[in-house]
């Protein structure tokens, strides 16, 4: 018999809530604590919608992002997922960003040993595997990396072979990302203590209003260009997407987050361009709301794009 085989991503893996609903993807939710307020970002897009719509996100430079601990971990693969599955892939956000990676590797080791009983109280049989990675990226990197796993398991490939082909597509998984204030981009920047961000930087950067196209990969995120205005950036992103489509893609997907309105995100110059490339080339392109956890840290009105390309420059 196959083994069942499931997929687990943490809230700020950025993906279409249908597709994740559709595809049975199990969410490690984060807690954002703003002030004394406390929202759980489990990637509803209408709560992360109504975050966005609310004045709340432009002052989220100061939040806390708190992710599942290894003992919430723990929890929820022994009283559920040990018996749902007999293999699950835990993809997490660069290691760099969070310490859910070493939450969930720590919850690994109990979980392996512990699994029999519940499996058993539940009439299941057999032993049950679990492999946890790091993406080394983050938002839509991570989605369109989920998205490629969910298609191999649909498709009945090994759970073996599954595993050996994402740690080949990790190393070819790109996140890109431009935020609207780099002064937000900044005040986050230093609350985890990354100074690459500087005062004057983020003061020259919004005075000639030049917008840093980020990218995530490997583990690090570091700024690939800068253009002037966020909407001329956007048509930069989007059109250098379209040429690595054109190019061919490793996987065929292509995930696109805004921290905003979905018909704000359409608006964007050269969107439409990139939307008839993805169908031109059999590309599905999965748009979605940004998760409340990457908008508290990209900001409002952000924009992320992720593919997985031969390894490559962004010019």
């Known amino acids: 018999m196959a083994s069942r085989v499931g997929l687990v991503v943490d809230a700020s893996c950025d993906l279409p809530e249908d597709f994740v ?20 970002d489990q990637r ?7 975050f966005y719509r ?7 430079h100061d939040a806390e992002s708190v992710p599942y601990t290894t003992e919430q971990i723990n929890a929820l693969f022994l009283e559920r997922l040990v018996s749902e599955f007999d293999f699950v892939f835990c993809q997490t956000v660069m290691r760099s960003r969070s310490p859910i990676f070493e939450n969930a590797t720590k919850a690994s080791f109990s979980i ?25 990226t983050l938002f839509a990197g991570q989605g369109v990396l989920a998205a490629e796993t969910v298609r191999m398991i649909a498709d009945g490939m090994d759970p073996n072979d599954i595993r050996k082909r994402i740690e080949t597509l990790v190393n070819c998984t790109r996140a890109y990302a431009i935020p609207t204030d780099l002064y937000y981009l900044r005040a986050r920047a230093r609350l985890k203590g990354d100074r690459s ?15 840093p196209i980020l990218c995530g990969y490997g583990d690090e995120t570091k700024p690939v260009d800068k253009v002037r205005g966020f909407e001329p950036a956007a048509r930069k992103l989007f059109a250098y997407a379209v040429r690595k489509i054109e190019q061919g893609l490793m996987a065929p997907y292509l ?17 439409d361009q990139l939307s008839a490339a993805c169908q031109e080339a059999g590309v599905e392109l999965l748009a979605s709301v940004m998760s409340v ?23």
């Open 21 to 40: 609903r559709q595809h049975r993807i199990e969410i490690l939710p984060v807690s954002i604590r703003l002030g004394d307020d406390q929202l759980i």
């Open 197 to 211: 961000v500087s005062l004057l930087s983020a003061a020259l950067g919004s005075a000639l209003d030049i917008k």
């Open 255 to 271: 995930s696109v987050s805004f921290a905003g309105e979905m018909k704000d995100l359409r608006a964007l110059p050269g969107y």
């Open 293 to 315: 956890t990457a908008g508290v840290n990209m900001g409002p009105g952000a924009l992320s794009l992720g593919l997985i390309a031969q390894p490559h420059t962004f010019h």
């Open 112 to 136: 392996l040993s512990q699994y029999h009983e519940p499996r058993r109280a539940a009439g299941v049989q057999g032993p049950f595997a679990l492999r946890v990675i790091n993406t080394g």
């Open 44 to 50: 509803s897009e209408q709560a992360a919608l109504a």
């Open 54 to 60: 609310s004045q709340i996100g432009d002052k989220a």
